[in-house]
Every structure is written in structure tokens, then in C-alpha cells.
């Protein structure tokens, strides 16, 4: 099975660098899905949840206030101002939770816009 | 010949400048440590940020006929309002660091004013501010502690206000200039011009791998994003350039400090050695004159 590249930078320092089975982001113009060999493109993303399909069908969620997406056949590269990763399985998931719904809360979104993101995040840590 | 005593006081006086000075080294060290671990953290975002900002430009420039249509590009022939960004220290005691800024910018100014250019200044850090409002130089704007603990948000809404006057016209270019960290011993001035963006700079001769969709797909709105982004992002790094520079001028400054004590201490201890021995000379000679005239 094809893997896809994906990797998050944020201005404190690259968050993740893995190869995942999908990736759903949240651009500007609507929620994306990306499988590996997508075509090039490059989107503006909202405040929202980058949603990832880790190989071993875990996923992890990327709270992201807002920023870029540069997909091409090699790799996916989103640039975010501010992340914040939670998975099931990190240890402290409360405040990882806490940090990301911190994190949307200040971007200024739509309340819609966060509540969706806080129900993503959310279903994701429960796993 | 000074007292013994007087001298005595000079050594102590001395070693305990040394004291402050090798414990000023050891702190610009720890902290350039850190200043530099963040600046490559962020390194790898710029990059991306470019290599962006790169396919954009270059795929407007293969659909555009007169090249990249967009405020943000589009360079001004003959520049009538300049403004110059620049950043110092909010510190003195690192050597040359923020003098050779100063004079970098001054040297702009006398450029630019041959050129009967006007030209605008908006200082970041103390020591900047402070020597232009001595010498009577109008500041546009001005921060103080930004240069000491860059902030990503502060740093944005200082350089939106500078981008904006420039979308507005007030500006035909904005030029920054920082004194930039090349490694431990070496600082660099660097001086780069902010907006508009130097299309000079960017590889737009590179093969692009496929026909790259954009979203959305008006070609302005993201890269109107996209720039700001790189503008705010750009000083931001500057900032932290700046701040690793200012620790390692600092440190070496320190350093040299240090050793000139060091070189003064063993100077002054020989003096106070030489006088001692004179002392007991002439104490001597008294005494045997003394005995002398007894007989």
C-alpha cells in the first residue's frame, strides 16, 4: 500500500515528519482529503483540525490555527503558525486537549468553525 | 610611585570587573545556546515558507505574459519614499554590534539622500532609538524589548503596520537591516530588502514538477496571505538572527574583557611587588644610616 509523506512545520520547529495512509485538512475554501500521489496544489488553511491515518490505522489530530498546504506527488508540507498534536496515545492527553482548544480559541475563528474543531479533537483523544 | 596601598585597591578593583565580566560571558553563552537552537528551528519554516512562496511567483510569472502582476512584486523604477527597518540591541557591553547597524544605516541614509530619496526610519532595540534621537533624527517608529525576547505576534503587528503604508503607497520599498550571527567569533550586517519582494531572490527557473492547482483559486487572495506571512515571518527570523548575534558579539567582547584583566591584574601585581621591595629597601637603608650614625 502507497504511503503519502507528510510533514508540519510550525515557526517552533517541524512537529511531524511521518508517512500516513491520509491526511484531512481543513482549507480555507472547505475540508480536504489527501491520499498519496495527489496532484500539486497549494491551499490556505482555516483555524480546524488536520486529521492524520497513521499506517497502523491510529490517527492522530493536529489542532492548527491557520496557515499553508503545499501537496505534491512526493510529499505533503503543511506550514502552521500554531499546532498543537494530540493522539489516544499520549500520556497527557488532558492537556494536550486543553492546549488545543486554547490554541483555536484564540485564532479568531467562528464559533462554528471551533466547536466542530473541539468535537474532532475530542473523538480522536478518545480513541 | 603610587602607594602600596592605592595599588592594592586598583588589583582589587580589577579582579572584581573580571568577576562581572566572565560571569557576563558565561550568561551570553548559555543564551546563545538556546538563541540558536531556536534559530534553526525556525530555519526549516522559512525555508517552506519560500520554497511556497517560490511555486506561486513562478506559476504566476508562466501565466503572465509582463510578469507577476501583484502589488507585492512589482518594483518600483524610481523610488521616491524609502523605509528602513532596522534592529540593534537593547544593550550595550558587545563590542562593535550595534555601531556597525548604526553606521550601515547611516551610510543608506547619505545613499539615499544623494539620490533625493526621503527616507524613513523605524528603529527596533534601544541603542538604535537612542543614537538617532541624539544626533536629532526623526524616528517613524519605534520598539523597545522586542530585540531581546523576539515574539512572533509582536513582531507581526510591527511589520503589518510597515507593510500596510507600503500597500497604501505611502512607501515604494522597505529595506531591512539587522546585524546577522554567521557562527561563534563572526557577525555579519545584513541587509535585505523586505518588500517589495526581490523577485531576484526567488528560483522562479526551477522545473515545476506538475500544473499546480491553487486554492482559492483567485491567484491574489493567497498570495497576499502568503506574503504577509513571509513579511511578518522574515523579521521575525531577523530577530532571532539578531538576538544570536548580539549574545556571540557579547561573548566575545566578554571574553576580550576578561583576558585584558587578567593582563592588567599581572601588570599591577608586578607594580605592587616592585613597590614593596622598594619599601623594604629604603626601611633597610634607615635603619643601617640609623646604626651608622650611632657609632
Known amino acids: ?127 | 610611585m603610587a602607594s602600596l596601598k592605592e595599588i592594592k585597591r586598583k588589583i582589587g578593583s580589577v579582579k572584581n570587573t573580571q568577576k562581572t565580566t566572565r560571569a557576563m560571558k558565561l550568561v551570553s553563552s548559555a543564551k546563545l545556546r538556546r538563541t540558536e537552537e531556536l534559530a534553526k528551528r525556525s530555519r526549516v519554516y522559512a525555508q517552506k515558507l519560500t520554497e511556497v512562496l517560490n511555486e506561486i511567483a513562478r506559476k504566476m510569472q508562466q501565466t503572465n505574459v509582463d510578469g507577476i502582476d501583484n502589488v507585492f512584486f512589482k518594483e518600483c523604477e524610481t523610488p521616491k519614499k524609502i523605509d528602513i527597518v532596522f534592529i540593534t540591541a537593547d544593550k550595550g557591553l558587545c563590542g562593535g554590534f550595534n555601531a556597525q547597524t548604526i553606521k550601515r544605516v547611516n551610510k543608506l541614509i547619505a545613499e539615499y539622500k544623494a539620490q533625493d530619496v526621503k527616507v524613513r526610519l523605524r528603529a527596533v532595540g534601544r541603542k538604535g532609538i537612542d543614537y538617532f534621537k541624539f544626533n536629532n533624527v526623526e524616528l517613524n517608529n519605534e520598539i523597545v524589548g522586542l530585540s531581546a525576547a523576539p515574539d512572533y505576534q509582536q513582531a507581526a503587528e510591527f511589520i503589518s503596520e510597515v507593510a500596510e503604508s507600503y500597500v497604501n503607497g505611502e512607501t515604494d520599498k522597505i529595506i531591512l537591516v539587522h546585524n546577522g550571527y554567521v557562527n561563534m567569533i563572526t557577525q555579519e550586517i545584513r541587509q535585505d530588502q523586505l518588500l517589495p519582494v526581490d523577485s531576484s531572490k526567488l528560483e522562479l527557473n526551477s522545473v515545476s514538477t506538475s500544473e499546480l492547482e491553487l486554492e482559492p483559486d483567485e491567484d491574489d487572495t493567497l498570495l497576499d496571505a502568503l506574503v504577509k506571512r513571509y513579511v511578518e515571518y522574515t523579521m521575525y527570523y531577523s530577530l532571532i538572527d539578531s538576538l544570536a548575534a548580539e549574545h556571540s558579539a557579547r561573548m566575545q567582547a566578554m571574553d576580550a574583557a576578561t583576558n585584558n584583566a587578567k593582563e592588567m591584574v599581572k601588570t599591577l601585581t608586578v607594580k605592587y611587588n616592585k613597590a614593596r621591595q622598594e619599601a623594604i629597601t629604603t626601611e633597610l637603608i634607615e635603619i643601617i644610616s640609623g646604626m651608622e650614625s650611632m657609632k
Open chain 1, 1 to 127: 500500500m502507497k504511503l503519502l509523506k507528510l510533514e508540519i512545520v510550525t515557526p517552533n520547529g517541524v512537529i511531524f515528519d511521518a508517512e500516513a495512509k491520509q491526511v484531512t485538512l481543513p482549507g480555507s475554501e472547505g475540508e480536504f482529503g489527501v491520499l498519496p500521489e495527489h496532484a500539486t496544489l497549494v491551499s490556505l488553511l482555516d483555524t480546524g483540525v488536520i486529521v492524520i491515518d497513521n499506517p497502523d490505522n491510529s490517527q492522530i489530530a493536529v489542532a492548527i490555527n491557520s496557515g499553508y498546504v503545499k501537496v505534491d506527488e512526493e510529499k505533503t508540507t503543511c506550514i502552521v503558525d500554531g499546532a498543537v498534536a494530540i493522539s489516544g496515545k499520549d500520556s497527557n492527553l488532558a492537556k494536550a486537549l486543553e492546549d488545543a482548544k486554547a490554541l483555536l480559541k484564540s485564532a479568531e475563528a467562528s464559533n462554528t468553525a471551533i466547536a466542530s474543531a473541539v468535537s474532532t479533537i475530542e473523538r480522536i483523544g478518545k480513541l
